[in-house]
């Protein structure tokens, strides 16, 4: 099965994701709405919060062909399918293995710890792990990794959450 990318109204990501198991069984399509766990400060406080990855973007895995394209298509909500040249285009499988790593199980890009020594970023733990790579910017005040993701050819930078490491451990 191919994984694809829906573009649906913001805010209306968890309710076109319940319409799509209302017409398919989950053997059938499988979606997910990728996550992601951040720290936030409000009046002088810390709390953990969970934010979507790629705001009213849907990413579901099935076999496509012209009969489900349409059902899709006419969920309430949803305002179409990316595609790059016909009707509905594939995600590339080096973009999706990349953005399934992070997720893991649950849907959520979880803290990674990170240790930083002069301007070399090395990632100790959590998802983030052998994708040193692909992150371009740490801020130390807000905890956040600022990586850049491919997405149906474009390339989007999200912030992810990190615990940052005093010391090697």
């Not at 179409?80 to 399934?100: A, F, H, P, Q, V």
């Not at 790593?101 to 990170?114: M, Q, R």
Request: charged share 30%; no cysteine; aromatic share 10%.
């Amino acid at each position: 099965m191919d994984w694809y990318a829906v573009f649906v109204e913001s805010g209306k990501e968890e309710f076109v994701q319940k319409q799509l198991q209302v017409h398919f069984d989950d053997s059938v399509l499988r979606s997910i709405i990728p996550k992601r766990k951040l720290t936030e400060r409000r009046e002088g406080r810390i709390f953990h919060v969970t934010r979507k990855m790629f705001p009213s973007y849907l990413l579901i895995q099935t076999n496509m062909n012209v009969e489900k394209y349409y059902i899709i298509k006419n969920i309430p909500k949803l305002i179409r399918i990316l595609n790059t040249d016909r009707y509905y285009s594939k995600i590339d499988k080096t973009e999706i293995e990349i953005i399934l790593k992070l997720i893991g199980f649950n849907d959520t890009v979880e803290y990674s710890s990170i240790y930083i020594e002069n301007s070399n970023v090395r990632v100790v733990s959590g998802p983030l792990q052998g994708f040193e790579g692909i992150i371009k910017k740490i801020d130390k005040r807000k905890k956040r990794a600022k990586v850049v993701l491919s997405l149906m050819g474009e390339e989007r930078t999200v912030d992810l959450g990190i615990e940052i490491l005093n010391k090697l451990e």
